[in-house]
Each structure stands twice: as structure tokens, then as C-alpha cells.
């Protein structure tokens, strides 16, 4: 059944700006804001690689426009006439002017101002660990855009996560495609950090509460699914589920980090030194976040397991596809 087909409701006069939607979990937030019946306009940099989103509503209703978070001038065009500001921009690599902090930083900033210039309303996804302080570039940046993004719209709802799994992720399925080829994987730092995978249709799902409002101005939620896994758990968990037994083999964070070095400005380095150094802290929802009820639950949305989810996605990893037989 399409998602045409799955509406929920009507379609409205409320227009979002979701800057970012065609990305891995943008496609999912503009799917679950069209099903709510907004008018979606999704701000990319390249709209020529975005027109697939257009299927996920109705005529009319999903608009694709060219818009760079490095260039201010395209980002108050794309918020024009805008109720709602989303902004899922973030890059996990630098790559030439797309840099942590000209992205994450001043990106968020841009966004932001421009947001407020329209009288529009933000949700910011951002990413836990974030911290001023943080030794990785990637974090520290993410929090300069989050003070950026409160500084100039006070009410803006911030929404940290966890690792985002789902049939696109750049975490499960990368691991998966090294397994297939080679004879052992990588346990950085012994693969003792922990992490709360999200499913990122529930990360969509928040998003979607966050824009109509069930969220409150100002806070920060920390978005993380319901189990708690070391990296090694995550691992094994891979294996486990394209059929493949292979190596698990502890990598020291300075050899990580070496190696890394040597290999971060290849097109397809499968790690950099920030990534490393950010797999130093554990990733998981805090204990203020749950006490405070700032978190999936809080917006009033159920946690998806792991389990349920990613052998829908990682069979096509295993020896015989679809048709292998992998013991529970």
C-alpha cells in the first residue's frame, strides 16, 4: 500500500521547510510529515538527486528546492512563508568547504536566524555527546550549533540521537559489506563503548510530534532505542544476522587512530581520526534525559527493538540472500 494510500490527515496550509530531506533520515521525516498532511518544501543541495521524495505525497504537496546552509541568501528563500524550520543537516566526514564547522556550526546558526527572520518555529536534530567542550570536532560542533540555533530562537525544540539505524544507515550496513569481504572486524578500543541504537522511523516519528507541537520550547531530547548494546554486542549482532562468522578483533584506540590517519582523506576510508576519538564516550541517553522524561517516550513515541527491525534490511548481506537460513 502507498503512502498516499496510508494518509493520515487531510492535507493543510502549513508549509515546513525541512532543510536536509533527502538525506538518510530526511527521507523518513519528510514521509512522516506528509502523511500528517503537511506541505513539505525540502531544501537540498543538489534537488536534482532529491526527486524520489515527490512519490511520498500527493501532488502538489512535497516541493524540492535548491538551498545551501553555507549561502544565507538560499536559506531565507527556502524559508519563506515557512510555520516550521527543520533542520537535519550534519556531515560525519569534512570534505573540502563542507567542513564540521561551516555544516554543523555555522550552518545551524544560518538556519536559525533565518528562521527567526520568517517568525518560523525550529526543530534541530543534533546528536548526544554534543558538548562545548567535547575532544571531537564532530561534537563540539553539533553543540555550537545547538547554542547557535537557542541563541536566536529560544523556543527551538533540540533533538539529540543515538546511533540512527534503518534500511539506509552508515552503520549496520557498513559493517555488514566489510564482513562479506573480509576475514575479521574491528573492535576499536576493545569494543567496550556503549551505544542506543534508534530506529530511525521513530527519530522521524519525534520529529513529526516535535513540528505539531507535542514538545516542549526550549528543551532537549535525547532520542535512543530501548536496548543499550557495547559496540562488541553490535558486532556479534551483525553476524549474527547476515550468517557469517568471522573475527572479532580488539584494535586499540591509538593503532584506530593511526590507521585512521593514514587512510581518512581516501574516498572510502571506512574510519577517520574524529570518528575514533568520538567512539572514546559512550553514546546512549543520559540519566537527567530520562528523569526528566526528555526523551522518545516523552514525545509519545515507542522505542522500536533492533531485533524487529534490521534482518529486514541486512539479509541482502547474506551468503544466499533472502533464502538463508540463520538459526534464532
Not at 490527515?9 to 538525506?23: A, E, K, R, W, Y
Not at 584506530?256 to 574510519?271: C, I, N, R
Not at 515507542?302 to 534482518?311: D, H, N, R, V
Request: hydrophobic share 45%; net charge positive.
Amino acid at each position: 500500500m502507498s503512502d498516499v494510500a496510508l494518509r493520515e490527515q487531510p492535507m493543510t496550509d502549513t508549509l515546513v521547510t525541512v532543510f536536509g530531506g533527502s538525506g538518510f533520515v530526511g527521507r523518513h521525516v519528510v514521509r512522516a510529515l506528509a502523511r500528517r498532511g503537511y506541505r513539505v518544501r525540502v531544501a537540498v543541495r543538489r534537488p536534482q538527486n532529491a526527486g524520489f521524495l515527490q512519490p511520498l505525497g500527493y501532488v502538489g504537496q512535497i516541493q524540492i528546492m535548491q538551498a545551501n546552509v553555507r549561502y544565507p541568501a538560499s536559506v531565507q528563500r527556502a524559508v519563506e512563508g515557512a510555520s516550521v524550520v527543520v533542520n537535519l543537516v550534519g556531515i560525519l566526514k569534512a570534505s573540502g568547504r563542507q567542513s564540521f564547522e561551516a555544516v554543523q556550526a555555522a550552518g545551524g546558526r544560518t538556519v536559525a536566524e533565518a528562521a527567526a527572520a520568517a517568525g518560523a518555529k525550529v526543530v534541530h536534530l543534533s546528536a548526544i555527546g554534543a558538548a562545548l567542550d567535547a575532544p571531537s570536532i564532530y561534537a563540539r560542533t553539533k553543540a555550537e550549533g545547538e547554542a547557535a540555533v537557542l541563541a536566536a530562537v529560544p523556543d527551538a525544540v533540540i533533538l539529540r540521537s543515538s546511533v540512527v539505524f534503518g534500511p539506509e544507515d552508515d552503520f549496520f550496513n557498513k559493517f555488514a559489506g566489510m564482513a562479506r569481504f573480509s576475514p575479521a572486524l574491528p573492535l576499536i578500543g576493545g569494543g567496550e563503548t556503549k551505544f542506543q541504537p534508534v530506529f530511525v522511523g521513530d527519530v522521524a516519528q519525534a520529529v513529526e510530534h516535535a513540528v505539531s507541537g507535542q514538545a516542549k520550547p526550549g528543551a532537549t531530547y535525547e532520542l535512543g532505542g530501548p536496548e543499550v548494546r557495547s559496540f562488541k554486542e553490535l558486532m556479534q549482532t551483525v553476524l549474527r544476522e547476515i550468517g557469517a562468522k568471522r573475527c572479532l578483533c580488539n584494535l586499540p584506540f591509538g593503532l584506530a587512530s593511526l590507521f585512521a590517519g593514514l587512510t581518512q582523506w581516501l574516498p572510502m576510508a571506512p574510519l577517520t581520526k574524529d570518528q575514533v576519538t568520538l567512539l572514546k564516550s559512550d553514546n546512549v541517553v543520559s540519566d537527567a534525559a530520562q528523569k526528566d522524561g526528555r526523551t522518545l517516550a516523552g514525545l509519545g513515541v515507542q522505542p522500536t527493538a533492533m531485533a524487529s527491525m534490521i534482518g529486514s534490511y541486512l539479509w541482502r548481506f547474506r551468503k544466499s540472500g533472502q533464502f538463508t537460513h540463520i538459526e534464532t
